[in-house]
């Protein structure tokens, strides 16, 4: 029994370890058209491929969809802003990292280009606001749930007070 388990586990690891041998670009979405680019009219026919582009605001590489960045994606701003994440519909919405060239960094969930959701920020001088974000405004630190335990069994027990032996104060 042992034999036959062992003989059908054999052809399923060597799938595995093929599976992680083969190479990545099997993987990833085909190269954009005309990649890289600083024209906008090139990116803006785009879909469903990885693509760079660039501007004097800065670039962006990724995945593009629709003529706009969507999927994962990394932007660098010509000011020294980067944000590694992901984007829909042009815009950082998902999860993803965002440093400033001030020295705040932010990682954690994003909507509409803006901080929204569970989340981290370091500000410049240490100080870390952790919990819930909306619209780019940090709101409130969240907390776990407080734990409560009861010391005494309800009175409307089914039990007995022989089989609660131990387990009240009484």
């Known amino acids: 029994a042992i034999l036959l388990s062992m003989r059908r586990l054999v ?10 041998l083969s190479p990545a670009d099997g993987w990833s979405l085909p190269p954009c058209s005309g990649s890289p680019t600083s024209d906008a009219r090139t990116a803006g026919n785009w879909t469903n491929c990885f693509g ?14 629709n003529g706009k960045p ?23 919405d998902g999860k993803g990292t965002g440093t400033s060239a001030d020295g705040k960094r932010y990682v954690g969930e994003m909507k509409n280009d803006k901080m929204h959701g569970q989340g981290i920020l370091t500000l410049p001088g240490g100080k870390v606001l952790t919990g819930l974000f909306a619209h780019g405004q940090f709101k409130y630190a969240r907390k776990p749930p407080p734990i409560t335990s009861a010391k005494k069994p309800p009175s409307h027990s089914i039990l007995s007070k022989t089989e609660l032996r131990g387990w009240s104060d009484e």
Do not use: H, Q, R
């Not at 052809?11 to 992680?20: D, E, R, S, T, Y």
């Not at 701003?77 to 590694?84: C, K, Q």
């Open 11 to 20: 052809p399923v690891l060597i799938g595995f370890v093929l599976l992680l």
């Open 52 to 65: 760079k582009f660039a501007n004097p605001k800065g670039k962006y590489v990724g995945e593009w969809k």
């Open 70 to 92: 969507d999927g994962n994606g990394t932007i660098s701003a010509a000011n020294g802003n980067t944000y590694v994440g992901e984007f829909k519909g042009g815009k950082m």
